[in-house]
């Protein structure tokens, strides 16, 4: 089964079925913003050039990809869990519920889903498997890996404009040291996920003033 992609490793597709969606999610180690999934169903008559783990593309490639795969796809779909879910999910549990509502949300049933990594969101409707660095491996876990680093990029630059002393749009919510002395600064907004220890630190010290 061919979608296109010489940059991609080998893979072998489960047998018995015809039509797999990959998903593959972003944003588990920020401290801010949801993380956002994506499930894509690639049209083998319609293949897409470039696509590999959205990490090893540059910013330029990725936005380019962006539109030709959800032009090309036979669908996608973007899931997410906002940051009170993750709170209460803790963000494991967040990410595959969030992987869960990315397959429901396809506008095509998969015979097949193919999950980045080495855990299967529970209460799928259809067979799924795991697949260690699948997005260096599975056309569909690329393009899905693709669909929601943009999604979430932006969504960090759009957080960026309301609070620019955060500086999200260069971390994109990471906790990065430049990030951490922000939040000792400025504090927390809503956005942020509150579980998260260096989130929770913060906010202990500001009940303790």
Known sequence: MKYGSKELESFSYPDGF???????????GPLVGDVVTAAVILDPDRPIEGL?????????????LFPEIKEKALAW??????????????????TMLAMKRAVEGLSVQPDCVLIDGNRIPPGLAVPATAVVKGDLRVAQISAASILAKVVRDAEMEELDKQYPQFG??????????????????????DSYRKSFKPVKLVLEKMVAK
Do not use: M
Request: net charge positive.
């Open 168 to 189: 999200f749009a260069r971390h994109k919510g990471y906790p990065t040291k430049v990030h951490l002395e922000a939040i000792e600064k400025y504090g927390v907004i």
């Open 18 to 28: 015809q039509r797999f969606a990959g998903v593959d999610e972003v944003g588990r």
């Open 52 to 64: 590999t783990d959205s990490k090893k593309l540059s910013e330029k490639k990725r936005l380019a």
């Open 77 to 94: 779909s973007i899931g997410r869990c906002s940051p009170s879910e993750i709170d209460e999910l803790n963000i494991l549990n967040a």
